[in-house]
């Protein structure tokens, strides 16, 4: 072996897997030890993946199937709800960054509300650490296991807890409006994905249900000190890939913007715009990139604030990469360096 670090991709088959796999292939430290997929375990990255077929990769297997003595750490990008038994039965001396929504949530109440199933690893639960890198570095740094955010709460909290933490906003009056890629729903066959059903269209779903919303409630709450409960409504946008949140706040936007220039001025990952200028899905395609701009309404007092972010690379993929450079003691810019794609 060369000394990097092992890594095994369980559930290498979806969107978010083949994404870890086109990130890692060229990380310095990390290689690809194993990739798992129970239902095309035999196959080829390159039969499920012509755009991975120049990389040397090892076949695809069941879980079962690991021989856990060849990897060092994992990354889980496996179905809410399968993760949990998955994640229990690994190695304690694996480090895990897992993609799901399984560990991300404090409250097994609070997760049996939003995904319908009870929580089964509760002591598990009690171990993970919230996977936001720019809020939680140092917890994440010493952690076995890290809960990735989901695409949409990055998108949206990367801002927010920055104001709410600086008490900058009513904690009271937050609307978040976000719009997402196809690639968000997953690689599943879905009839509501088809090109027929999203192409030439735009609509709103789970409107007041989706669930991300306890998510987004659970870290608001923590940054502001008190209970908060925000309005969130997802859109699909007829497009692969990206997230647009446009979050409306009563606050002074001047006063936000410069704030979120100090705090972000040092952060790889996060870029704030000059004042009253505001980024596209396009500007950060393909990228660990976050970009945000401040505008003041036009009634006083209020402030809108969009954030950009691909949502298989900053929003999953590239956001676990992100956690597990810092649980390795790496460099968090590590293997992510990759500019935007444009056009």
Same mark, same amino acid.
């Given at each position: 072996?060369? !000394?990097?670090?092992?890594?095994?991709?369980?559930?290498?088959?979806?969107?978010?897997?083949?994404?870890?796999?086109?990130?890692?292939?060229?990380?310095?430290? *990390?290689?690809?030890?194993?990739?798992?997929? +129970?239902?095309?375990?035999?196959?080829?990255?390159?039969?499920?993946?012509?755009?991975?077929? /120049?990389? +040397?990769?090892?076949?695809?297997?069941?879980?079962?199937?690991?021989?856990?003595?060849?990897?060092?750490?994992?990354?889980?990008?496996?179905?809410?709800?399968?993760?949990? &038994?998955?994640?229990?039965?690994?190695?304690?001396?694996?480090?895990?960054?897992?993609?799901?929504?399984?560990?991300?949530?404090?409250?097994?109440?609070?997760?049996? &509300?939003?995904?319908?199933?009870? #929580?089964?690893?509760?002591?598990?639960?009690?171990?993970?650490?919230? !996977?936001?890198?720019?809020?939680?570095?140092?917890?994440? &740094?010493?952690?076995?296991?890290?809960?990735?955010?989901?695409?949409?709460?990055?998108? @949206?909290? /990367?801002?927010?807890?920055? /104001?709410?933490?600086?008490?900058?906003? +009513?904690?009271?009056?937050?609307?978040? +409006?976000?719009?997402?890629?196809?690639?968000?729903?997953?690689?599943?066959?879905?009839?509501?994905?088809?090109?027929?059903?999203?192409?030439?269209?735009?609509? @709103?779903?789970?409107?007041?249900?989706?669930? #991300?919303?306890?998510?987004?409630?659970?870290?608001?709450? &923590?940054?502001?000190?008190?209970?908060?409960?925000?309005?969130?409504?997802?859109?699909?946008?007829?497009?692969?890939?990206? /997230?647009?949140?446009?979050?409306?706040?009563?606050?002074?936007?001047?006063?936000?913007? @410069? #704030?979120?220039?100090?705090?972000?001025?040092?952060?790889?990952?996060?870029?704030?715009?000059?004042?009253?200028?505001?980024?596209?899905?396009?500007?950060?395609?393909?990228?660990?990139?976050?970009?945000?701009?401040?505008?003041?309404?036009?009634?006083?007092?209020?402030?809108?604030?969009?954030?950009?972010?691909?949502?298989?690379?900053?929003? @999953?993929?590239?956001?676990?990469?992100?956690? *597990?450079?810092? *649980?390795?003691?790496?460099?968090?810019?590590?293997?992510?360096?990759?500019?935007?794609?444009?056009?």
């Amino acid at each position: 072996m060369t !000394g990097k670090t092992r890594v095994a991709i369980l559930g290498a088959s979806g969107y978010t897997g083949a994404e870890l796999v086109r990130l890692i292939a060229r990380h310095p430290a *990390m290689e690809i030890a194993v990739l798992t997929a +129970d239902r095309k375990a035999g196959q080829s990255m390159a039969d499920v993946f012509p755009h991975l077929a /120049i990389l +040397d990769l090892p076949p695809l297997v069941a879980i079962d199937d690991v021989d856990w003595d060849a990897v060092d750490a994992v990354f889980c990008a496996l179905p809410h709800a399968t993760t949990q &038994k998955v994640i229990a039965g690994l190695p304690e001396r694996l480090r895990v960054v897992d993609l799901s929504a399984d560990f991300r949530l404090d409250d097994p109440a609070v997760y049996e &509300k939003w995904y319908g199933l009870p #929580h089964t690893e509760t002591e598990l639960q009690k171990q993970a650490v919230y !996977g936001l890198p720019e809020f939680y570095r140092d917890k994440v &740094k010493d952690a076995r296991l890290v809960a990735n955010t989901g695409c949409y709460v990055a998108t @949206a909290l /990367i801002p927010l807890i920055a /104001i709410l933490q600086a008490g900058l906003a +009513d904690p009271d009056w937050i609307i978040i +409006d976000a719009k997402s890629g196809v690639s968000g729903a997953g690689r599943s066959a879905k009839e509501a994905n088809l090109f027929a059903e999203i192409s030439e269209g735009f609509h @709103a779903y789970a409107v007041a249900a989706h669930r #991300h919303t306890g998510e987004i409630d659970q870290e608001l709450s &923590k940054a502001a000190g008190r209970p908060v409960m925000a309005s969130f409504t997802p859109h699909l946008l007829p497009q692969n890939r990206g /997230i647009l949140a446009t979050t409306y706040l009563k606050g002074e936007a001047d006063a936000i913007h @410069a #704030h979120l220039e100090k705090r972000f001025a040092d952060e790889a990952f996060v870029h704030v715009l000059p004042y009253g200028k505001t980024p596209a899905t396009r500007h950060v395609r393909g990228s660990n990139h976050c970009m945000i701009g401040v505008v003041a309404d036009r009634q006083p007092g209020r402030t809108i604030v969009v954030s950009v972010l691909d949502n298989l690379v900053k929003g @999953a993929s590239g956001q676990a990469i992100q956690n *597990m450079n810092l *649980m390795l003691g790496l460099p968090e810019t590590t293997g992510l360096e990759q500019l935007p794609l444009f056009p």
